[in-house]
């Protein structure tokens, strides 16, 4: 079996960000999370949208200077997500958001509509507010208009993976993000 390391330098088109680029983003986005519901007497719920979410999820809650509820939920799109967007629930919330604050942790923002659907669905439970947190916001493939609340970086409309993300089950653990060659898709 070869490395990843080198199977992703093959695979390579270019590193959009190394891993010391990304962790300190990271700790200027808990930062101003802190600063944001440092003042809110309600609990903050954090939920993290597996899986894609997950290295940028264990980073960011352990840099955000407040009591936390840590939650997952997992979200599957049937059809072409970039054409009927059906969005099903795979594994739901095991906590209550009820007047909570709910922060929403994503890998990427793409089309928009998981984001939506979500939004939409935590509010419809009751919670107090929902706010969104993206690594990455890719503006050029949004088909809805939103925005996220604590965004990473902004990319290219380019295959992107690494730090969580995938193609085909395939470099999610990279530490770093990488766009990938187009003979590779």
Do not use: C, H, W
Not at 28 to 40: C, G, R
Not at 51 to 64: A, D, E, P, V
């Amino acid at each position: 079996m070869k490395k990843l390391s080198s199977i992703s330098k093959n695979d390579r088109e270019k590193l959009l960000f190394d891993e010391k680029t990304i962790e300190n983003r990271i700790l200027k986005l808990a930062n101003e999370i802190t600063s944001y519901y440092e003042n809110e007497s309600s609990q903050l719920v954090v939920v993290g949208i597996l899986r894609g979410s997950i290295l940028f999820y264990s980073s960011l809650i352990k840099r955000i200077d407040l009591p936390i509820l840590v939650d997952f939920m997992a979200i599957s799109s049937y059809g072409s997500s970039s054409v009927s967007g059906v969005v099903k629930i795979v594994k739901d919330l095991e906590s209550d958001v009820t007047d909570k604050n709910v922060l929403i942790v994503e890998d990427i923002i793409d089309t928009g509509k998981t984001l939506k659907y979500l939004l939409n669905y935590f509010k419809e439970r009751g919670a107090k507010s929902v706010k969104t947190a993206a690594l990455l916001d890719k503006p050029d493939r949004r088909q809805i208009d939103i925005k996220g609340d604590f965004v990473g970086f902004e990319v290219p409309n380019e295959f992107i993976v690494g730090f969580g993300l995938d193609y085909n089950q395939s470099y999610r653990n990279l530490p770093y993000i990488i766009s990938l060659k187009e003979e590779v898709l």
